[in-house]
């Protein structure tokens, strides 16, 4: 193969590629479709930043299955167990209600970019050019994709307030009376 057409194919699988380097800390059982978000049996995963109780000491972050908030009182089930965060202690909350779909644009994106690479392949001269024409679809899809991306989490206190979040806690009423906590396990 010539060099061009290695570029060529090389920027294209870059493109293509690039968006799908994103990972996520969130538990894959923690992730269901959009269509059950907030019908799992289970709690959303939320991320909580916490104050420390003398101001000037160092936030801490905390994160977990959502199990029910209280009027005083955040309850989370970690890997370290049952965890009571008191409310005035959350500095800022993510929550996780729905796996993104964020593979669907790109994947659309790079198949419709297809034509463009095999032109310029084809083509001697303007063959780079018939490629450029299908960078701004990428570049869309891309966009598209990123939004998806991160559509999927609601934010504390920048969006929502926590009672907004206590809908997707696995008790969104609160914790059930003579519930033992110890006998709660993560998915």
Same mark, same amino acid.
């Given at each position: 193969? #010539?060099?061009?057409?290695? /570029?060529?194919?090389?920027?294209?699988?870059?493109?293509?590629?690039?968006? $799908?380097?994103? #990972?996520?800390?969130?538990?894959?059982?923690?992730?269901? @479709? !959009?269509?059950?978000?907030?019908?799992?049996?289970? @709690? *959303?995963?939320?991320?909580?930043?916490?104050?420390?109780? !003398? !101001?000037? #000491?160092?936030?801490?972050?905390?994160?977990?299955?959502?199990?029910?908030? $209280?009027?005083?009182?955040?309850?989370?089930?970690?890997?370290?167990?049952?965890?009571?965060?008191?409310? *005035?202690?959350? *500095?800022?909350?993510?929550?996780?209600?729905?796996?993104?779909?964020?593979?669907?644009?790109?994947?659309?994106?790079?198949? #419709?970019?297809?034509?463009?690479?095999?032109?310029a392949i084809a083509m001697p001269d303007p063959g780079v050019a018939v490629l450029l024409l299908g960078i701004p679809?990428?570049?869309?899809?891309?966009?598209?994709?990123?939004? $998806?991306?991160?559509?999927?989490?609601? /934010?504390?206190?920048?969006?929502?307030?926590?009672?907004?979040? @206590?809908?997707?806690? /696995?008790? !969104?009423?609160?914790?059930?009376?003579g519930l033992d906590p110890t006998k709660l396990r993560l998915k």
């Amino acid at each position: 193969m #010539s060099k061009r057409i290695n /570029r060529i194919i090389q920027l294209t699988v870059c493109l293509i590629f690039l968006t $799908e380097c994103q #990972s996520s800390m969130v538990p894959r059982a923690y992730m269901p @479709g !959009p269509s059950m978000a907030g019908k799992s049996p289970a @709690g *959303s995963w939320i991320v909580m930043t916490l104050q420390q109780d !003398p !101001p000037l #000491s160092p936030t801490a972050e905390i994160s977990g299955e959502l199990i029910a908030i $209280e009027h005083d009182t955040v309850y989370l089930l970690t890997d370290a167990g049952f965890v009571k965060i008191r409310r *005035s202690n959350i *500095s800022a909350a993510i929550l996780y209600p729905f796996r993104p779909q964020s593979a669907t644009a790109p994947i659309i994106a790079g198949l #419709s970019l297809l034509p463009n690479m095999i032109g310029a392949i084809a083509m001697p001269d303007p063959g780079v050019a018939v490629l450029l024409l299908g960078i701004p679809l990428v570049v869309t899809a891309t966009i598209m994709g990123l939004n $998806e991306h991160f559509g999927n989490r609601l /934010r504390y206190p920048l969006k929502y307030n926590l009672n907004d979040l @206590g809908k997707f806690a /696995r008790f !969104p009423q609160g914790l059930p009376p003579g519930l033992d906590p110890t006998k709660l396990r993560l998915k």
